[in-house]
C-alpha cells in the first residue's frame, strides 16, 4: 500500500447478502477505488445493534457480505478489511468524540427522525450516537475520502464538525473528511420502489439464475399498456432501467427501446432479455461469490488479515488523542 494514496474508508451494516443495485451503485465503485487509493472497508456489525439484534443472524450475515465483496472485486490484498467489533478503538474513540457533541445535534440528524419515527421501538441511547460511531469509524483511520450514498451526507457532516471541533480544541489531529458521492443512479426493484432488501424487491448476487429470471419475469413494467402491440413507456419502467445497468449491446438496447415504444414487441420478449442479461452479468461473479462463501476459513483469513492491521494504525491514533486530551494511560 504506497503511502502518498489518498487515504478511503467506507464501508456497511451487515444486514445480509448484497443485492444487484449495491453492486453498480457501490461495490463496483469500491473495487475500482483500489486502483487509485488506499482503501479501508468496514464491517460495521456494532452499527448494526443500534436497531436490532439477532445473535443468531449476525455472523452469518457478516459471511454473506463478505462472500458478496470479495466476488465483486474487493481484494484483502490491496485492501483492509476491517471488522469493527474487534477494534475496540472505534467503540473508545465514539465515546470520546461524544464528549463533543451535543443531543440537540445528535437529534436534528435527519436518519434520526426517520429511524425514531420508524421505530416502534424508544430509540435508544446507542441510535442517537449511531453517526458519533460514524465519525469515528472514519477519524481512527484518518480517511480523507469517504464514499458514501446522498441519504450518508448528514454523517459526513458530523463527522467534519467533529474533526473540526476536536483539531481546535484539542490540536490538528484528524483531516476533515470529504463524501464521494456515488454517480449510479439508485436501481429500481422489482416493484418499481428503489432496491431494498427490507422490501422485498431485490435481486441478490448469490440468487441462482432461475431465482433471478422467476424475479425478473413477476417485474412491474409499464402499467398504462395492456397488449403487446400497444405503445410502451421506456422511461421510468424499471425493466428498462435496469437493461440499461446489465444490457452489453448498447445498439440492440436503443433498437428494441424503439420497437417497444411503438407497441412491437411484449413485455415477456423483454423481460426475458433482462433475465439472460443480468444472469450472464453475474455469472462469474456468482461462482466466484460461491466458493469464498464455502470457504470459511478464507473469509476470516481476509477479515483477520485487514482487522490486525488497522488495529494497530488504530491505536496509534487513540494514543495520540488521549494524549492530547490529557488523557494518561498508566500501568
Ligand atoms: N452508515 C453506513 C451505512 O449504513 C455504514 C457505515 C458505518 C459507514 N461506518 C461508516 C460508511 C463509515 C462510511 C464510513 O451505509
Not at 46 to 72: F, S
Not at 187 to 210: E, Q, V
Not at 253 to 279: H, I
Request: aromatic share 6%; net charge neutral.
Amino acid at each position: 500500500m504506497s503511502p502518498d494514496r489518498k487515504r478511503v474508508l467506507t464501508g456497511h451494516r451487515p444486514t445480509g447478502p448484497r443485492h444487484i443495485g449495491h453492486l453498480v451503485g457501490t461495490l463496483e465503485t469500491w473495487a475500482a477505488l483500489q486502483e487509485t487509493h488506499a482503501c479501508f472497508f468496514l464491517i460495521a456489525d456494532l452499527h448494526v445493534l443500534t436497531t436490532d439484534y439477532h445473535p443468531a443472524h449476525l455472523q452469518e450475515n457478516i459471511r454473506q457480505m463478505l462472500a458478496d465483496w470479495l466476488a465483486a472485486g474487493i481484494d484483502p490484498e490491496r485492501s483492509t478489511i476491517i471488522l469493527q467489533s474487534a477494534v475496540p478503538e472505534h467503540a473508545q474513540l465514539a465515546l470520546l468524540f461524544g464528549m463533543l457533541t451535543t443531543t440537540a445535534r445528535l437529534e436534528r440528524v435527519p436518519t434520526y427522525k426517520e429511524q425514531a419515527r420508524e421505530l416502534n421501538l424508544q430509540p435508544s441511547a446507542g441510535l442517537l450516537n449511531y453517526p458519533v460511531l460514524q465519525a469515528a469509524d472514519i477519524l481512527l483511520y484518518k480517511a480523507e475520502v469517504v464514499p458514501v450514498g446522498e441519504d450518508q451526507l448528514p454523517h459526513l457532516e458530523l463527522a467534519r464538525e467533529i474533526a473540526r471541533r476536536f483539531n481546535q480544541t484539542f490540536g490538528e489531529a484528524f483531516p476533515e473528511p470529504e463524501p464521494l458521492l456515488s454517480s449510479a443512479p439508485r436501481l429500481p426493484g422489482t416493484d418499481n420502489r428503489t432496491m431494498h432488501t427490507s422490501y422485498g424487491n431485490a435481486i441478490y448476487l448469490r440468487d441462482t439464475p432461475d431465482e433471478t429470471t422467476r424475479k425478473v419475469m413477476s417485474m412491474y413494467t409499464d402499467p398504462t399498456r395492456l397488449r403487446a402491440t400497444d405503445p410502451g413507456h421506456v422511461e421510468g419502467n424499471p425493466v428498462f432501467t435496469l437493461l440499461d445497468a446489465f444490457h452489453p449491446d448498447r445498439d440492440e438496447l436503443s433498437a428494441l427501446k424503439d420497437r417497444y415504444r411503438a407497441g412491437g414487441v411484449g413485455d415477456v420478449e423483454v423481460k426475458q432479455l433482462l433475465a439472460r442479461s443480468v444472469n450472464s452479468y453475474l455469472a462469474p461473479l456468482r461462482q466466484r461469490r460461491e466458493r469464498y462463501y464455502e470457504d470459511p476459513k478464507a473469509l476470516a483469513a481476509a477479515v483477520r488479515r485487514g482487522t490486525d492491521a488497522a488495529a494497530s494504525e488504530a491505536r496509534r491514533t487513540l494514543a495520540e488523542v488521549y494524549d492530547k486530551m490529557g488523557l494518561r494511560r498508566t500501568g
